[in-house]
């Protein structure tokens, strides 16, 4: 329920009784992200139906440590989507950092990983497979770091 008071837009909560059942049996469920708790709490503390306190927004703040308008954006958001699926944090529309090798770049790698070692070595290291990744242009430059998670995707074993 959205009311307009001047320009300012204010999202009441009131949760029915399955809604608060659920949020309190996530409060007192192990393991699960802070946040998530925090945010569940803060609904329950907001809920103004019969059942909830229906606190102000300046004691949920005190007794969640939340920021205002984070429980603003959390108001909103209960009352757009729901009171579960306003704790899901948004999914990240593309990486933050876009891959160093594309899919032919990797599979060129793991070929490189399955062949044989350099003369004077017994098999590949993670620095030499960098090296020669570099050598042969497949990228202009990769940590062993990089070519480790690389190989640690694919099934190969190369010795």
């Not at 907001?46 to 939340?66: L, M, N, R, Y």
């Not at 984070?70 to 990486?95: H, I, M, W």
């Not at 876009?98 to 044989?116: M, N, V, W, Y």
């Amino acid at each position: 329920m959205v009311i307009l008071l001047g320009m300012r837009k204010i999202y009441r909560i009131k949760l029915s009784k399955e809604e608060r059942y659920q949020l309190e049996a996530l409060t007192k469920r192990n393991p699960i992200a802070a946040h998530k708790v925090i945010k569940a709490r803060a609904l329950l503390l907001c809920d103004e139906s019969e059942h909830g306190p229906g606190w102000s927004d300046p004691k949920v703040i005190e007794a969640t440590g939340i920021k205002p308008a984070t429980l603003e954006r959390l108001r909103a958001k209960c009352c757009e989507t729901g009171p579960l699926q306003a704790l899901e944090r948004k999914a990240q529309s593309k990486p933050s950092r876009e891959p160093i090798l594309d899919d032919e770049g990797q599979a060129r790698l793991t070929a490189l990983a399955c062949s044989q070692a350099p003369d004077g070595r017994k098999r590949w290291t993670l620095q030499l497979l960098a090296e020669k990744a570099v050598e042969l242009k497949i990228v202009e430059a990769i940590s062993h770091e990089t070519v480790r998670q690389t190989l640690k995707k694919t099934t190969s074993n190369p010795g």
